[in-house]
């Protein structure tokens, strides 16, 4: 039994993408499944790279949560999860895919763990492994094998970002092994992380918000919504599932937002300012959503995209390049890291200071500009 995701071109170049199954039991052995999701066979721009990108993860998603329904039916691998399967023996791909499964209300967590699992799978190939057998030399192995293999679907090694967290994921299983005393040492402790690249986070000047802000937008919903999230900082999720019971006055505090961050899953209490609430427009039922209608799909970035362009901006603008927007207008204008660190909801302040790197490159930018005197 057996579920793979092929490709097919079509006459106009795109990639469709299908399922194809190996039933040995069933009567009919092989079988497909169109998935309706397409690639672009060359993608050349940032954008066309991000869509492939996303859409080989939903497909993945969709291919491992087909394989899994089928493996559950057939209970193929119930013997590897049992009772008698305990302690430092337990299967680890089985104890993973266990793991893995527990995120599938979480789509993106959970593509992110499967992805990690297939890799893991790749690996380790037809050997039996138990949590116990895995050591310092094996995770040296398997880290070593992330930073060099192909991907499946671009053919390009992974990139430096996307194997730390890959190996995030890997080192958690040992940590909730070492916490449900299936084993007594982590080997992990004893390999260094893959360490992170840092990314160039783009975002919007105040003259650049500007514009966009005197720039018609079709849908209207999606302006002002990239707009409250450049004025307050809220991610895409949190402004998704945003309600007007979550929008909350007080004389001492003024206006803002109570409400649990969805990522973080953190209660938080964010102030905003007279003019992002008066962006928000006249209050409606409290469990009606504040930005009712907004959709993402594949076609948002482009909409979105189209806007920036049309307001004279030639950066590649995403969604959450509003938030970077945000951290970054805060810090010019004289806010202070700490207090930034609290209005974005980061746990540490170490994941706020990457803002704080970019005023610096901007200043050192600036003093540049002045031509030389020829001294």
Excluded at 69 to 75: R, T
Excluded at 287 to 306: C, H, M, W, Y
Excluded at 328 to 351: A, C, N, P, V, W
Aim: charged content about 25%; some cysteine.
């Amino acid at each position: 039994m057996n579920v793979t995701l092929r490709q097919k071109t079509l006459k106009d170049g795109r990639q469709s993408l299908f399922l194809d199954y190996y039933l040995p039991k069933a009567k009919q052995t092989r079988k497909k499944e169109a998935l309706k999701l397409y690639l672009y066979p060359k993608p050349k721009s940032k954008l066309e790279k991000e869509h492939n990108k996303k859409v080989s993860l939903l497909a993945e998603s969709i291919r491992s949560k087909r394989l899994l329904q089928l493996q559950h039916e057939d209970h193929e691998f119930s013997h590897l999860i049992s009772n008698k399967d305990s302690g430092s023996s337990r299967n680890f791909i089985a104890y993973f895919r266990e793991l893995t499964n527990k995120k599938i209300n979480q789509p993106a967590t959970y593509g992110i763990w499967n992805s990690t699992l297939n890799y893991i799978i790749d690996y380790t190939g037809e050997r039996q492994l138990g949590i116990g057998d895995i050591d310092k030399e094996w995770v040296e192995g398997f880290k070593k094998y992330l930073v060099t293999v192909e991907a499946s679907v671009e053919g390009t090694p992974l990139s430096l970002n996307t194997c730390h967290v890959y190996f995030s994921k890997f080192r958690s299983s040992f940590k909730k092994a070492v916490k449900e005393k299936l084993i007594t040492h982590n080997p992990c402790e004893d390999v260094a992380h893959i360490p992170k690249e840092e990314t160039e986070r783009e975002f919007l000047t105040f003259e650049e918000l500007q514009s966009a802000f005197r720039t018609e937008c079709h849908p209207l919903i999606l302006k002002k919504a990239f707009l409250f999230s450049s004025l307050t900082g809220l991610r895409k999720s949190d402004i998704l599932k945003m309600k007007w019971s979550e929008v909350q006055h007080s004389e001492n505090q003024g206006w803002y937002i109570r409400f649990t961050q969805k990522k973080t899953k953190g209660v938080e209490t964010l102030p905003i300012s007279d003019e992002a609430r008066a962006l928000l427009g006249e209050k409606s039922g409290l469990d009606n959503p504040v930005f009712e209608g907004l959709k993402f799909d594949g076609a948002t970035s482009i909409k979105l995209q189209r806007w920036m362009l049309q307001s004279g901006i030639t950066k590649i603008i995403t969604f959450h390049c509003a938030r970077h927007t945000y951290a970054t207008l805060q810090l010019t204008f004289g806010t202070d890291i700490y207090t930034l660190s609290k209005l974005l909801g980061h746990k540490t302040l170490q994941t706020t200071q990457i803002y704080a790197k970019i005023i610096d490159k901007k200043k050192v930018e600036a003093a540049n500009r002045i031509p030389n005197l020829g001294v």
